[in-house]
């Protein structure tokens, strides 16, 4: 599996932004997929999964905020991102659990 991201991007506090994770491969359907953060001088951290069924879970530090979601005739997952604050900010990973494949990142920053 091959991941990438889209959607980078500078952010005023309480605006939004929607990342995207296109991914390839034909096991993309059966796949749970996930999207991680890393802010600066912080551990990488779980943000939220989607099930191969549509099913979906969120960090508590996001629930309310962000709404994941894939679209299975583009291959590619969805992290829409709401009332953004500023400890948001971090680079945001795409992960495929199945392979265990990791996209190189998008940088997000909300700032004023």
């Known amino acids: 599996a091959h991941l990438v991201e889209s959607g980078r991007g500078l952010v005023q506090p309480g605006g939004s932004l929607r990342l995207s994770c296109a991914a390839s491969?034909?096991?993309?359907?059966?796949?749970?997929m996930g999207w991680y953060r890393q802010a600066p001088g912080r551990e990488r951290e779980w943000v939220a999964n989607?099930?191969?069924?549509?099913?979906?879970s969120y960090a508590d530090s996001v629930k309310g905020r962000f709404t994941v979601s894939r679209d299975y005739a583009k291959n590619t997952v969805y992290l829409q991102m709401n009332s953004l604050k500023p400890e948001d900010t971090a680079v945001y990973y795409c992960?495929?659990?199945?392979?265990?494949?990791w996209g190189k990142g998008t940088l997000v920053t909300v700032s004023s």
């Open positions: 992960h495929d659990y199945a392979t265990a494949t």
């Open positions: 491969g034909s096991r993309f359907r059966f796949t749970l």
């Open positions: 989607v099930r191969s069924e549509g099913s979906t």
